[in-house]
């Protein structure tokens, strides 16, 4: 390092004092700082230690274990045991594979629509050759139950708000002719109160991605059945006239703005907000209403995209004669406040273009998207997923698991824990590398990523967003051994830095955007690389809808300028960044926390931007930056924040983006840790 370098260095580690006093009248107190430099010297589990005397909770591959439910005890017969549907029919190899694809697929009962009949799989297998029909799948929302409806054939006491509502799928189907099958969850899987009926349930459960991606068209019965389908119709015609067209929002304004309470409507059904139907949204090709109009969720999105932009630029603005609404503030930073609705996270198309391109969605990304989503059971949370999951992340689903019917957590915690412990004992290690930690977990699993967790706002925490997704590390591993047992996870890591400074809580909106660019100057100014936190600051801007694309450039430009100004009032002159800050990616969001670390033999402090648990604060000297991947450093996308609990044992607080050129200087050698 040459002397002016290693003097600015030093300079950082003498000014924490003079920082502190400094911001705390102008900024609030926006830093702090260890007051002496000290050895970067981790206490870490020595390569004797590895052995530990502990328990493994191991993940085993078999197709089936004591109590692993009847589809995986299942696979352990043969097909001439099997025979499903009965069919005893002498065939070569290749027929008998066809035949076992054909079953594997089938629906175990269809509802023939003509003749008002429910028949199982061997009965309309044979009326249609050993071929699945075509057939119409159905998604609806009951909503309050206030019926138990008795129909011919059916077995089982068929729950409902409205019968009415049945005479409208009936009806849709009969029309015309046009639905000789339908498959129905409520009709066609056994909702009896029986061991059988658990059983059932618990295999036909993991068969709603063949069911709903098999199905020529799904029926969308909403909640609202009867207006919603006008209002839908109006809403499309609004986007073919005016948005589409680029048509002038103030000539239009009086409809547009009237509009917002159709689309409010729409937009606020239920059957946008259970967790069982976000698969049923997802899987199927097509989706049809009941006065035969396709259902355009990319439109809604679209939309909703639409209304945000033009309330934030103010091109649209409340009309003379417009409706008052209490949820609309036009100008305003945060120009929609409505709770849920206009949350455009709930229409979001990235889910169906990774499930058409994968065949499943990744399960953490998932159980985000629902949070916000409603179900009557918790276990329902990842059962009603379990159609878009990949059959590495599936686990066997129990009886009791599929039956579970009350408010206890405990079934769903349980498959919650196989399904991670499956994950990290494959090697994948992105369930840490995600924002969803669980600060009330039980010692030894904090490292696991809660189920609960990944809800917007937590009442524990008051303007905690604990939701953080980064698909960037789905492909991560690690290929070390790596064991779970009661302490922890047990793992090999790498060191990245020890962090020596840090940022107060920082949340959303363009004033917190500010302190974040003040923090950057200020520690651009006394010698750090800030070199990490401007790239991820500069991608904020590029990724913003709040700068035009010809102006991505300038804005990044201006911004690089402005954290590199020579004073304070410079500096000040130039924050008008912090409104375009809030909208970008990795940007937006509360908890986060500016934080200087210094890797091993290099005395000047790297910046980066992290997001930190609001509930555990980085422990200044304890506090360490650690990748848990094995592979190449250079290549790494995410970094994890933890802090120092034990001798051995560390315990995450958050995650950080990486930045390549740091990994191309770190030390490579991984050592063994616990991770609580």
Request: glycine content about 6%; aromatic content about 8%.
């Amino acid at each position: 390092m040459d002397p002016e370098s290693e003097s600015r260095a030093e300079g950082v580690h003498k000014f924490g004092s003079w920082a502190l006093n400094n911001l705390q009248e102008g900024s609030l107190g926006l830093l702090t700082f260890r007051e002496a430099l000290q050895a970067f010297q981790p206490v870490l589990a020595t390569e004797s230690d590895s052995q530990l005397d502990l328990e493994a909770l191991h993940y085993t591959g078999s197709r089936y274990q004591p109590g692993a439910g009847p589809e995986a005890a299942a696979g352990l017969k043969s097909a001439d045991d099997a025979e499903p549907g009965g069919l005893n029919i002498e065939m070569n190899s290749e027929q008998h594979d066809l035949r076992e694809n054909v079953l594997a697929k089938a629906p175990l009962r269809l509802y023939d629509c003509e003749n008002e009949v429910l028949k199982d799989q061997q009965t309309y297998l044979q009326e249609t050759g050993h071929t699945i029909p075509p057939y119409l799948v159905v998604s609806q929302v009951w909503g309050e139950i206030k019926h138990q409806m008795i129909l011919p054939t059916i077995e089982w006491p068929v729950a409902i708000s409205d019968p009415a509502k049945w005479d409208t799928i009936l009806a849709y189907c009969k029309a015309g002719k046009r639905v000789k099958w339908m498959w129905m969850d409520a009709i066609c899987i056994n909702q009896s109160n029986s061991p059988e009926a658990d059983e059932e349930k618990a295999v036909e459960i993991p068969k709603m991605n063949h069911y709903y991606r098999g199905a020529t068209a799904c029926l969308v019965v909403p909640s609202n059945y009867l207006n919603f389908p006008l209002a839908h119709a109006q809403l499309v015609d609004l986007s073919c006239d005016i948005m589409d067209v680029n048509a002038s929002v103030q000539d239009n304004a009086l409809r547009i703005w009237e509009s917002i309470a159709v689309l409010d409507a729409v937009i606020g059904d239920e059957w946008f907000w259970r967790v069982w139907t976000y698969q049923e949204f997802l899987l199927p090709n097509k989706h049809i209403l009941p006065d035969g109009q396709e259902l355009r969720v990319d439109l809604l999105r679209r939309l909703l995209d639409w209304y945000h932009k033009i309330l934030r630029n103010g091109s649209l603005k409340k009309p003379q004669g417009g409706t008052d609404y209490n949820f609309i503030h036009p100008g305003k930073e945060l120009v929609i406040s409505a709770p849920r609705n206009w949350q455009t996270r709930n229409l979001r198309f990235q889910m169906k273009e990774e499930l058409e391109q994968n065949g499943h969605v990744n399960l953490i990304s998932l159980i985000w998207q629902i949070s916000h989503r409603q179900s009557m059971y918790p276990v329902d949370r990842l059962l009603g997923l379990y159609g878009l999951l990949s059959d590495e992340e599936k686990v066997p689903i129990n009886p009791s698991e599929a039956s579970d019917r009350n408010s206890s957590t405990a079934a769903l915690e349980s498959m919650w824990e196989r399904m991670m412990a499956k994950a990290i004992m494959s090697g994948r290690v992105w369930p840490l590398l995600h924002d969803s930690p669980e600060p009330d977990a039980v010692d030894g699993k904090h490292w696991m990523p809660h189920i609960t967790a990944p809800n917007l706002w937590n009442e524990r925490f008051p303007g905690a967003a604990l939701a953080g997704l980064h698909p960037e590390t789905l492909h991560h591993h690690n290929q070390k051994d790596m064991k779970i047992a009661d302490d922890g996870l047990h793992i090999a890591v790498r060191f990245v830095g020890c962090v020596m400074g840090m940022s107060i809580n920082i949340g959303d909106g363009g004033g917190e955007m500010n302190k974040i660019t003040f923090c950057t100057w200020f520690l651009t100014a006394n010698g750090c690389n800030t070199d990490p936190i401007i790239q991820q600051l500069q991608h904020g801007l590029a990724t913003s809808d709040m700068v035009a694309s010809n102006e991505i450039q300038g804005s990044q430009e201006a911004l690089f300028a402005a954290l590199h100004a020579s004073s304070y009032s410079e500096l000040m002159g130039e924050m008008n960044f912090g409104r375009k800050l809030t909208y970008g990616n990795e940007i937006m969001g509360w908890n986060k926390r500016v934080l200087c670390f210094q890797i091993e033999g290099h005395r000047t402090p790297f910046v980066v931007l992290a997001w930190i648990h609001c509930s555990s604060p980085p422990k200044m000297g304890d506090c360490w930056i650690v990748d848990v991947t094995s592979e190449p450093a250079q290549t790494v996308r995410r970094w994890i924040v933890v802090n120092k609990v034990g001798p051995k044992t560390f315990r995450k607080i958050g995650t950080v983006r990486a930045w390549q050129p740091i990994g191309a200087i770190l030390n490579q050698s991984s050592v063994r840790i616990i991770l609580d």
